[in-house]
Structure formats: structure tokens, C-alpha cells
């Protein structure tokens, strides 16, 4: 079978779009970091500025794994590794 | 057939480079200026121009806090001020995570905190930041990784580190080493690519906005802009620098 440049182009679209599923899991996981620093912040409010340093440090480095899927729809959409 | 494929990718490598396939979006970044390295073709980009641009900021701003500091008086005035409270903050963060060894990464840790910062927030001058681009953010991260096993090889005994290594199971069984070896391996790439990825997807969420809503994108993505590019960037420069030094500390352990 023939794939033209059109044909991969559109696949690579699409698997773009897949990729960036990849944001679901960082999205849940810095809702329940969030959720758990409010609840500590209620529970200790002298506490607070320590709380949101580390909630916010957490936050980021759970964010990874959504950047990576972002990575590689970038990667598929502008690099186009598979025409080359 | 192999010099056809080739003239394929060179094409291809230039869109690339632009970002832009002939539409309106407009990524920022242009290709400036060509030149050629042993038969390679390479340009220099609109992120070299911004980044001698922020170096060139950062030097003029310390040339005049030196200055200022070599005269400073009792009782700070003025620009003075300035410099002592951006460096009492930043020496009260290393100092919070580093403890007693502090003193040593003073200098390197509020360097790199300063230069992220600026390059982050520089979108909002209407420069490229230059931590969008994977060469600008790679050797941040690779500095790090070198930083961590210097300070690992220096604090520590071959013994000591390759029980490390082997961790979870006893030093005679290395079947752990390649994972942890590879873990090891990951820490620099996740560290740039962390940042890169987050100051990337700012950009270019920015430009789609500007470029397929047209006149409808006037003054309110200025609130997008305070988020993308002020508090993420914020927030990615601190968290580049605490993780830098919480490995840091880590690879020292309770050493000497």
C-alpha cells in the first residue's frame, strides 16, 4: 500500500491528539494535592505559606508526565518525525 | 534516491525551525541569519538574539549593584534597597533547603533563579523567552546532574556510593544498577524538560491566541499573559532551583 505525505500527516494529527490524553493524570493529581493542602492549611492555618511552597513543588514535578505527552504531540505536529 | 530524501528533510527541517506552516500563527521564531558548520546549515534564531538581549540586562544590573555596593552606606537607600533584598531572599532560600551547606551555592543557585526568571517573564516584553527552546534549558539540567555526582563522588566513599547503587538488594547483587543508573540518567531530562515543555505550551497557546482570533484577541489575553508567563514562570524557576538543590543536599547526605 502507498502512504502519501497527506495520509501521515493526518495520522500524525491524530496521534497529536492522543498524546495530549496524557494530561488527564496530572490533571487528577493536582486536584487531590490541592484538595489535601487546603485540608491542611484548615487544620494549621499558621502554617500556610510553608503548605502552599510545598503544594505548588509538588504540583510541578507531577506535572511532568502531562508536559511529556504535550512534548510529543509538539514533536508529532510541528517536527513531523515520521515524513522524514 | 538518498540525495533525494535528504533535500526532503533539509526542506522539512526549515519549517521546522520556523514552526509556522505558512499560516498566521506565529510562534516567534525566525530564522535570522544563516551560516554554515562543518556542511551543516545553521541559523541563528530569534532565541539567541533575546537571549544576549537578558544577558546583557542581567550584566548591566550587576556591573550596577556592584558599583552601588562598593560604596554601600550603613543605612540602605535607593538601588541599594533593591540589591540586598533580592539577595537576602535568595539566600534565604537556599538557606531553608541546603542548611549548613549553604554557603557554597549561594552564588550558582540565585544566578540560575535570577537568569529563569528573567527569560520567563521576558514573553511579556514581547521577547521569545529563550527557556522555549530546548538548547537553553538541556545544559541547565546537565550543569545540575554534574553538580549532583561531583558532589556524590566527593562526600562519599566507591563503597558507599555503589551500595547506593544496588540499593534495595545487597551490594553482591547488582541487578538493580541499570535501573538505577537509568533513574539517575532521568533526572536531567525531566528537569529540562519540564521547564522547557511548561514555558513552550505558554508560547504557544499565546500565539494561537493572537493568531486565529485576530481582532477579537485585544486586552483580555493580558490575564493570560499574567498566568503563562508571570506565574508559571515564576513557579517553574522556583521549582527548577529547588529541585536542584534538594538533589544537591541529597547527594551530599550527612558527608564530612
Redo the contacts between chains.
Keep these: 500500500m502507498d502512504f502519501n505525505e497527506n495520509f501521515i500527516l493526518g495520522c500524525s494529527a491524530i496521534g497529536a491528539g492522543l498524546a495530549v490524553i496524557a494530561g488527564i493524570g496530572p490533571g487528577v493529581g493536582q486536584g487531590i494535592a490541592a484538595g489535601h493542602a487546603a485540608a491542611a492549611v484548615g487544620r494549621n492555618p499558621g502554617a500556610r505559606s510553608d503548605i502552599t511552597t510545598t503544594m505548588?513543588?509538588g504540583q510541578?514535578?507531577a506535572?511532568?508526565t502531562g508536559?511529556?505527552g504535550?512534548?510529543v504531540a509538539?514533536l508529532l505536529l510541528?517536527?513531523?518525525p515520521l515524513?522524514? | 534516491m538518498v540525495f533525494y530524501l535528504e533535500e526532503r528533510m533539509v526542506r522539512n527541517m526549515r519549517f521546522s525551525a520556523l514552526l509556522s506552516s505558512g499560516s498566521d500563527i506565529d510562534i516567534m521564531v525566525h530564522g535570522l541569519l544563516k551560516y554554515h558548520f562543518f556542511g551543516h546549515e545553521v541559523w541563528l534564531t530569534t532565541t539567541h538574539v533575546s537571549l544576549l538581549i537578558i544577558v546583557a540586562v542581567l550584566v548591566i544590573f550587576s556591573v550596577a549593584a556592584g558599583r552601588t555596593m562598593k560604596k554601600a552606606s550603613e543605612v540602605p537607600t535607593g538601588f541599594q534597597n533593591v540589591v540586598e533584598l533580592i539577595v537576602e531572599k535568595l539566600d534565604h532560600m537556599v538557606d531553608g533547603v541546603m542548611g549548613k551547606n549553604a554557603r557554597k551555592y549561594y552564588n550558582y543557585i540565585g544566578m540560575v533563579f535570577i537568569f529563569l526568571l528573567l527569560s520567563n517573564i521576558s514573553g511579556l516584553m514581547g521577547l521569545r523567552p529563550p527557556t522555549a527552546d530546548y538548547g537553553v534549558t538541556l545544559p541547565l539540567g546537565v550543569l545540575t546532574f554534574l553538580m549532583i555526582h561531583f558532589n556524590e563522588v566527593r562526600y562519599h566513599k566507591m563503597k558507599e556510593i555503589w551500595r547506593d547503587k544496588c540499593s534495595p538488594l545487597p551490594p553482591w547483587l547488582p541487578i538493580w544498577l541499570p535501573i538505577n543508573i537509568i533513574s539517575d540518567i532521568a533526572v536531567p531530562l525531566s528537569l529540562s524538560l519540564r521547564l522547557f515543555a511548561n514555558v513552550l505550551s505558554g508560547t504557544i497557546i499565546m500565539a494561537l491566541i493572537y493568531g486565529l482570533l485576530g481582532w477579537i484577541a485585544t486586552i483580555w489575553p493580558a490575564a493570560l499573559h499574567v498566568y503563562f508567563d508571570l506565574f508559571s514562570g515564576a513557579i517553574q524557576s522556583f521549582v527548577f532551583c529547588m529541585l536542584t538543590m534538594t538533589y544537591v543536599s541529597n547527594a551530599i547526605g550527612d558527608g564530612e
Design positions: 505548588l513543588l510541578a514535578v506535572e511532568t508536559l511529556y504535550l512534548a509538539i510541528f517536527v513531523k515524513l522524514w
